[in-house]
């Protein structure tokens, strides 16, 4: 999402780096560029002018200006403004002290993925040591009901299930009360949206945050429609006094104003972000994180959390052995690329990596690990183990047997051999890659 204001900024910097001297006019040229890069990122005017301020108020001070590398002291203020602006410090933790089970309100407007969201929370609480229960009481969109419990039953979670009949404040207090007895924790109310903010929707909210005494409000904002997001945020801060907001789609081709600007107009933390439609792409929000990833600096915290997350520690000491013993296989390989499956959108987790910012979703094809995996699954094992005995014969069965080509197979094996020889040469301390690439092929157009 943030691709355009990501390169918009590195060229700002770029002509900072390595300056002996930043005088005033430079300085003066440096912020109405960074102001130009987000005002068409979207960002809200308000909150432009006072980051701009702030960073000129801190940059013109002498010990910037005089200082051995003025343009990395500029860099670091906007970087400490962009973290200040998202929320600086940790997460937004969600709140569970009080009556059991806490009660997590979702609102916001219909279409911005609101019960998606409920789900991928339902799911994360689960992962995370909680029971959640899943309530829905939207009872004005059509099917509402039935996505709720499709989704939340295919992640494993319990739904409480009703025909509609009854009214939204009736609903969740059965909800509750079933879910008390059952013995969850937490409750996930799926509130009805509307296509935009009335009279009607905020007395049904208001009823329901009266009735319920919820721990969390949390907002569900798309960040795919930019302004309007943070207007609504707005609204719904004023009628419902929310207590946090999740952004969904910010693995979208929006400007990413948006997450830069919540934080800002409501007052209340962003706590979590949505990057994907599986029910397992919903991540904690971290402002320090995020303005790494905006400035392209990657993320590495979240890919190293990702990781733990999808590589089981037995695994990864095997495949640690296999590589210092040089006998890292075909195998192996489709093993790591189904494993950089589970971690989510190819593109998000290049993004996450240093120095890797300038690779754009358009550079990488997502389906071209599948491609590998069919190659590698119509080999032999002894193939998979020993590539070198792959004739001309073998080649051509095993396009047959893939749906590929030969020359797709040859560039495969090209790639494998060039990777092997990488790692070798790291483990023997020899001649490392190029600034910027990967220690294995991510697959490209």
């Known amino acids: 999402m943030f691709d355009n204001l990501t390169e918009r900024l590195q060229g700002v910097f770029k002509k900072l780096t ?25 960002v809200h005017i308000g909150v432009v002018k006072e980051l701009i301020n702030a960073v000129r108020e801190k940059a013109v001070g002498e010990a910037v200006l005089k200082s051995l590398a003025p343009g990395q002291q500029v860099i670091k203020i906007v970087r400490e403004e962009l973290e200040a602006l998202l929320g600086q410090g940790s997460a937004g933790e969600l709140e569970f002290s ?69 009214k939204p404040l009736e609903i969740a207090r059965a909800g509750l009360l079933a879910a008390r007895r059952s013995g969850f924790d937490t409750v996930l109310m799926d509130t009805a949206g509307r296509l935009h903010i009335d009279d009607e929707l905020m007395d049904e909210l208001r009823n329901l945050k009266a009735g319920l005494d919820p721990q969390e409000i949390l907002f569900v904002a798309d960040a795919m429609t930019g302004q309007d997001a943070v207007r609504s945020a707005g609204e719904f801060h004023q009628a419902l006094e929310i207590t946090g907001a999740v952004l969904t789609k910010l693995d979208g081709d929006a400007r990413g104003g948006a997450a830069l600007s919540v934080r800002h107009v409501t007052g209340v933390p962003i706590k979590f972000v949505g990057l994907g439609e599986n029910i397992t792409d919903l991540e904690r929000f971290h402002p320090d994180r995020m303005v790494s990833r905006i400035l392209g600096m990657g993320d590495v915290l979240t890919l190293i959390e990702k990781a733990e997350e999808a590589v089981d520690e037995k695994d990864a000491r095997e495949l640690e052995k296999k590589i210092r013993k040089n006998e890292f296989t075909l195998q192996d390989f489709r093993d790591q690329l189904r494993m950089l499956k589970k971690m989510g959108p190819l593109s998000n987790v290049v993004s996450m990596l240093p120095g890797m910012s300038h ?18 699954d119509s080999m032999t094992p002894r193939e998979r183990r020993h590539p070198q005995i792959l004739n001309a014969s073998r080649k051509r069965r095993i396009a047959k047997g893939s749906g590929r080509t030969t020359p797709e197979i040859n560039r495969l094996l090209k790639q494998f ?29």
């Open 417 to 445: 051999a060039q990777m092997k020889r990488m790692m070798k040469s790291m483990q023997s301390g020899g001649k490392k890659g190029k600034k910027g690439r990967l220690p294995f092929p991510f697959p490209g157009r």
């Open 359 to 376: 690779v754009k979703e358009s550079d990488l094809d997502p389906k071209a690990s599948v491609r590998v995996v069919a190659i590698v």
């Open 98 to 166: 009080g009556k059991t089970p806490a009660v997590i309100l979702m609102v916001g407007l219909q279409g911005s993925g609101k019960t998606t969201t409920t789900a991928k929370l339902g799911a994360w609480l689960k992962k995370n040591g909680r029971y959640p229960y899943l309530v829905p009481v939207d009872v004005s969109r059509p099917a509402a009901i039935e996505q709720l419990v499709k989704i939340g039953t295919r992640a494993g979670l319990r739904v409480h299930e009703h025909d509609g009949s009854e």
């Open 18 to 42: 390595g300056q002996g001297r930043i005088s005033d006019a430079v300085l003066k040229d440096t912020l109405r560029e960074v102001r130009m890069a987000l005002l068409e990122a979207d």
